[in-house]
């Protein structure tokens, strides 16, 4: 083993490991502790890509957690961060033509009390 911060390869113990299973050295010269290839962490992006697709094909976070077997907040973390990485929508410069839908909002309170 060669230790990443003096570069010196005596003298290194082992010392322990992580918690994800690789093997620590501490090196006896500068009394640090490394990992010389420490395993990756957090989940594949394939699996990201898989639910954010899921995600857009309609399913729900909480169905797409159970399938894929994660926590539905991590897949809400996972399609939040596709979202923000997507391009702005692209924006007229000048609006010619408004169009409205049937759907008729009250602002504040109805002019009739409900009777019921």
């Known amino acids: 083993m060669k230790c990443p911060h003096c570069e010196r390869t005596d003298r290194q113990n082992r010392a322990g490991q992580t918690g994800a299973g690789s093997q620590r050295y501490e090196c006896m010269h500068c009394q ?12 594949p992006h394939s699996l990201r890509e898989q639910a954010v697709q899921m995600y857009v094909d309609g399913l729900n976070l909480r169905r797409i957690a159970r399938h894929l077997k994660v926590n539905h907040q991590t897949v809400a973390n996972w399609v939040q961060a596709h ?34």
Do not use: C, H, W
């Open 83 to 116: 979202a923000q990485s997507l391009p702005n929508a692209p924006m007229p410069a000048e609006v010619q033509t408004a169009e409205l839908d049937e759907l008729f909002t009250f602002i504040g309170d109805k002019k009739n009390a409900s009777t019921s």
């Open 32 to 43: 640090r502790k490394y990992t010389p290839s420490p395993k990756s962490r957090g989940y």
